[in-house]
């Protein structure tokens, strides 16, 4: 390591390379753990989301995620051999199928920078749960090549996308991604997405206070009306290499408040068990939700962690399966699948992890003060998506 790195860098190299992972050998225990479609964790969730990032690279340096000063020109990236390559991916997939998973989302890093994305599609869409429905496919992207490729996607058999956008004035955009991409090619490539199908289209936008947060009822007026879902993101401590502190996040209280102070908002259900986002209803002039203007929705990861109905697992582009987003160690699959398992150890070995995961590090942070855990070891977002 030269000497123009970082320190905080370390942990991430640590993780990647595999320091804080857990071996196959030891994902074998004696006893076998079939597959029963319903699996639980020590805290009595049951496993339903699984996200698979297929890139630990991206074309954009937003500095919550992947600032330039760590992930410059000289960055090492994974190689290509170390990557799952789709077949496996399919395979370590179709095992928490059995366990009961109904929903998969490719991340990144940005994914549409995966070769051939669209052949991994292809094969996941093929999949089906216990009951015979199509799992909901679904994909998060910065959107910079959403325009030229929404349709394939489609094609391919992608259900919807998400797409991250920080801002709507150029400025700011260019400003966040760090690379002077304008946005108005991300909105492009958002209304290609909505022409090709791929929808109902969910808008992420991650608030940082001082920094983009005068774009909140922007966003709101551009969004309202549109068919997508607008959601406010609290800036979050992932990782160990974007400097974060609460004095940088806007509670998605005030967010709330921000926007009430101009349009009016009813409270809404949860639309799934174990939705991340907390919804609210533009109001019409009864008060009543007015379903032609829509909703937006607010994750609220740091003021009020939502970590007791978590079902969501994540699989990392070289095969670590971790627990959780904040999460300082992984399993190791790749290494299982390469060593010859068989689709019955692999099923075992997935179950006996996810019944021994206690992880719920967003409310012990909570417990323990605002700036808790900062500084502190954990895996990058960039490597295992948001």
Same mark, same amino acid.
């Given at each position: $390591? ?53 890139? =630990? ?8 995620? $992947? ?108 400003? $966040?991604? =760090? ?48 068919? $997508? ?75 009020? &962690? ?6 969501? &697992? ?73």
């Amino acid at each position: $390591m030269t000497e123009r790195f970082s320190p905080k860098v370390i942990p991430l190299v640590d993780l990647r390379a595999g320091a804080y992972s857990i071996p196959a050998a030891a994902l074998m225990p004696a006893s076998r753990m079939a597959a029963s479609g319903l699996v639980s964790d020590a805290l009595g969730r049951n496993l339903r989301d699984l996200r698979i990032s297929v890139t =630990d690279r991206c074309n954009f340096r937003c500095n919550y995620c $992947m600032p330039k000063e760590i992930f410059d020109k000289d960055y090492a990236y994974l190689p290509h051999a170390a990557l799952l390559s789709f077949e496996e991916i399919v395979r370590i997939a179709r095992q928490f199928v059995a366990h009961g998973v109904q929903k998969i989302r490719l991340t990144g890093g940005e994914p549409l920078l995966r070769k051939n994305i669209e052949r991994l599609i292809e094969q996941l869409a093929a999949l089906r749960t216990l009951d015979g429905s199509p799992l909901d496919l679904t994909l998060t992207t910065n959107g910079a090549l959403l325009a030229r490729k929404a349709k394939a996607l489609k094609a391919a058999g992608l259900q919807r996308v998400t797409v991250s956008l920080d801002g709507l004035n150029d400025a700011v955009f260019r400003s $966040m991604n =760090d690379v002077d991409f304008p946005v108005a090619d991300v909105l492009d490539g958002i209304h290609a997405a909505q022409a090709a199908g791929l929808g109902p289209i969910k808008i992420n936008m991650v608030v940082k206070r001082g920094t983009n947060d005068q774009e909140i009822l922007p966003m709101v007026r551009h969004f309202k009306g549109s068919g $997508m879902v607008l959601r406010f993101i609290e800036y979050m401590d992932v990782g160990a290499t974007n400097g974060w502190r609460m004095h940088d996040v806007m509670p998605s209280a005030e967010v709330i408040q921000h926007i009430g102070s101009e349009l009016s908002l009813v409270p809404l259900d949860p639309s799934i068990a174990g939705e991340t986002a907390e919804r609210w209803g533009f109001a019409n002039a009864s008060g009543e939700h007015d379903q032609a203007a829509g909703e937006i929705g607010v994750i609220s990861s740091v003021t009020q &962690a939502f970590c007791s109905s978590c079902n969501r &697992a994540r699989l990392s582009t070289e095969g670590q399966l971790y627990l959780c987003l904040f999460a300082n160690q992984g399993y190791d699959l790749r290494s299982l699948v390469r060593s010859g398992a068989t689709d019955e150890d692999m099923a075992s070995a997935i179950g006996h992890i996810w019944s021994g995961r206690s992880d719920r590090y967003s409310e012990l942070r909570g417990a323990m003060g605002a700036d808790a855990g900062t500084g502190s070891r954990r895996v990058e977002m960039s490597y295992i998506g948001g």
